[in-house]
C-alpha cells in the first residue's frame, strides 16, 4: 500500500538499508527506490497480487507471488505481469524487507 501511496516514510521504514529491488528495467537500492517513488518517477497505477505464499526460516520470510502491474516510469507506461520473489529478515525485532526480484511472465 505504501508504495501505491508514493508513501516514502512509510517505505524507509520496512526497508532495510542494504535494500534492493532486481527487476526488468534497471535496479534499485533503497535511496534510488525511495527517491522514484516520492519524486513521481515511478508512480504506481495499478496493482494485484495473487498466487501468495509465505515461509518463514527462522528469522527470514520469503514471499512469492504474481503480480500484475500498471505503472508509469519516467513519464513511460509499462504493463505486465511478474513473477515475484521478495526476501524480509527479522532485525532488532522488526521485520525489513531485504530484497525484491521480479521477473517479466511472458505468454506465448
Known amino acids: 500500500k505504501a508504495l501505491v501511496r508514493g508513501d516514502g516514510e512509510t517505505l524507509n521504514r520496512i526497508m ?11 535496479g534499485d537500492d533503497k ?7 516520492t519524486s513521481g518517477d515511478l ?5 494485484s497480487r495473487e498466487q501468495v505464499s509465505v515461509r518463514v526460516f527462522g528469522g527470514t520470510a520469503v514471499l512469492t507471488a504474481r503480480d500484475s502491474v500498471s505503472w508509469l516510469y519516467h513519464g513511460r507506461e509499462i504493463s505486465g505481469r511478474y513473477k515475484l ?6 532485525r532488532e525485532g522488526d521485520w525489513q524487507l531485504c530484497a525484491i526480484q521480479a521477473c517479466p511472465i511472458h505468454t506465448p
Open 43 to 47: 508512480k504506481i497505477k495499478h496493482l
Open 16 to 26: 532495510a538499508d542494504d535494500f534492493i529491488f532486481a527487476y526488468p528495467l534497471e
Open 31 to 37: 535511496a534510488d527506490f525511495i527517491g522514484e517513488v
Open 85 to 90: 520473489i521478495s526476501i524480509s529478515t527479522l
